[in-house]
């Protein structure tokens, strides 16, 4: 067994590192989830959920995970049989569409390659076929955690509106919220889910769900089953900041740290944060001769990016090699890309000087492991967050 000293550098795309001021928010005594303290966190928790979404419409936290909240949105909205159009931007797309299709949903499902977003031209093309209106919601990833692509949330909504269609909007913001830019209400979002172990810092457990007037008037003709995920028994208790069931509350107390620490930055110097780090990573993987999985500059992620290694090259045994050798734990290829990616976070809590070790310790196991590659990727970083800073 190998011994490590030093910290355990976590740089995959989620769980992100939890902050010491959020693991020392949840070193609480667990309290009476029906007495008034916990009326106080949970009004709390709430109206701060609001503020990260960027939404006056009610936000739904389950103790749960980001495919609860995707179940959620399904079954509030959906009846069997609807008809809904999504898009195969990776793999959590795809995933999504098993969801759907296993509760009786008709998925029309345009293939992808991977490697962009949603085309907003090509949503706007669909809907504007569909004369008879059948298609009951567009449901779209915002950042593909799988390939570091994100979808141009607000272009998709100009698109349908420009199809005057009036299929319900549901976004899958699980790996993007808190991270990069997501503005519910201006975008026009029916329904969007995420949960908390990406850029809202928290261990797993809480699935959030942001929703709209729309939204609420479809879940009351919605027919498909639903107990655990029903809003409407969430939300006569939430009105008060109570929940119908036990709710997950050591975590509610990190989520009101989290929710603190983004509005002590401010979310626009969050988010601009998060695409210097990006741009960063990016000048790193062009300064080591590798490519990018995302092939449209206006859809890189300021979450992660996915690396792609040289034909011949296995991705799982340099991240194995990296772990062992400098205690730094990279995202792994998933599904069709097993073995042929590696993905780097920078979302949550990460700074400069945290990328910058991340990225040396990349660029030493791409030489430990005899990847053909240039050395100059960790400078070329550099060069990038100075003139940032510069800037």
Not at 80 to 85: K, Q, S
Not at 312 to 330: C, H, P, T, V, W
Request: glycine share 10%; net charge negative; aromatic share 6%.
């Amino acid at each position: 067994m190998t011994t490590r000293t030093g910290r355990h550098f976590l740089h995959i795309p989620g769980p992100s590192p939890v902050p010491e001021r959020v693991l020392r928010a949840m070193d609480m005594p667990v309290i009476d989830h029906r007495g008034p303290d916990f009326a106080e966190l949970g009004k709390s928790v709430l109206e701060g959920a609001q503020a990260v979404f960027q939404t006056r419409s009610p936000v739904i936290i389950y103790p749960g995970s980001g495919t609860g909240a995707w179940e959620s949105a399904i079954v509030n909205t959906l009846s069997a049989g609807d008809r809904v159009l999504m898009f195969e931007t990776g793999h959590f797309a795809t995933l999504w569409r098993q969801m759907a299709a296993r509760w009786g949903i008709e998925v029309e499902f345009v293939p992808g390659d991977w490697r962009r977003g949603v085309d907003p031209e090509r949503v706007e093309a669909i809907l504007a076929e569909d004369r008879a209106k059948s298609i009951k919601a567009v449901m779209v990833v915002h950042n593909e955690t799988s390939t570091g692509a994100t979808s141009r949330i607000a272009d998709i909504r100009k698109a349908i509106d420009r199809a005057s269609h009036p299929a319900l909007f549901l976004v899958d913001t699980i790996s993007g919220l808190g991270s990069a830019e997501y503005a519910h209400d201006e975008w026009g979002v029916d329904v969007a889910v995420s949960c908390s172990q990406k850029g809202l810092m928290l261990p797993p457990g809480l699935g959030l769900v942001a929703l709209s007037d729309k939204a609420l008037a479809a879940a009351k003709t919605a027919t498909l089953p639903r107990s655990y995920w029903d809003w409407e028994d969430m939300l006569k208790p939430n009105a008060s900041g109570y929940f119908p069931y036990t709710p997950a509350t050591n975590l509610l107390y990190g989520l009101r740290e989290a929710i603190a620490m983004l509005r002590e930055e401010g979310l626009p110097q969050v988010f601009s944060r998060h695409h210097r780090l990006a741009a960063a990573t990016r000048a790193a993987v062009e300064g080591w001769g590798l490519e990018v999985l995302c092939q449209e500059p206006s859809d890189y992620s300021p979450v992660l990016t996915a690396v792609m290694l040289p034909a011949g090259q296995d991705a799982d045994a340099l991240r194995k090699l990296i772990l062992e050798k400098f205690d730094l734990s990279l995202g792994t290829g998933l599904a069709k890309l097993s073995g042929k990616v590696f993905r780097i976070g920078h979302l949550g809590e990460c700074n400069d000087l945290m990328l910058m070790a991340a990225l040396s310790g990349v660029e030493m196991g791409l030489k430990a492991a005899g990847v053909p590659h240039r050395s100059g990727g960790v400078l070329a970083a550099m060069t990038a967050l100075r003139s940032g800073l510069d800037d």
